[in-house]
């Protein structure tokens, strides 16, 4: 299984607090019940290199019905559509989802 990281903690953050990503981030557990507590953290100067998704979270890394996707189908943007599933596409990132941004994640070399 890949594992995907953010680097950026308000990154990670919006994605826990409007897509309910699980993450961790060193010990802290990052969800959306616990982004006030996180970026208060992160005001007090706590420092987090990485901040992994965890398990549970990955399924929310494919594409939905609706999602503004990049990938190589067509090499540009494009709002996934009935038609388009099952998914075959090369997924590059899922850019919006319900018409919010997504912030796709890195994925580590493995």
Not at 8 to 18: C, V, Y
Not at 49 to 65: N, Y
Not at 80 to 107: C, S
Request: proline share 4%; charged share 25%; with cysteine.
């Amino acid at each position: 299984m890949a594992h995907y990281f953010y680097t950026d903690p308000i990154a990670a953050a919006w994605m826990a607090k409007h897509f309910r990503f699980k993450m961790s981030a060193g010990k802290f557990c990052l969800q959306a019940e616990s982004v006030d507590t996180f970026l208060r953290l992160l005001a007090e100067g706590m420092e987090i290199d990485k901040i992994v998704v965890q398990k549970e979270s990955i399924a929310l890394l494919d594409p939905r019905l609706g999602d503004m996707v990049e990938d190589d189908a067509r090499g540009k943007l494009r709002i996934l559509a009935e038609q388009h599933f099952p998914y075959t596409a090369n997924l590059k990132q899922i850019v919006q989802r319900n018409g919010r941004a997504f912030i796709f994640p890195q994925k580590a070399n493995e």
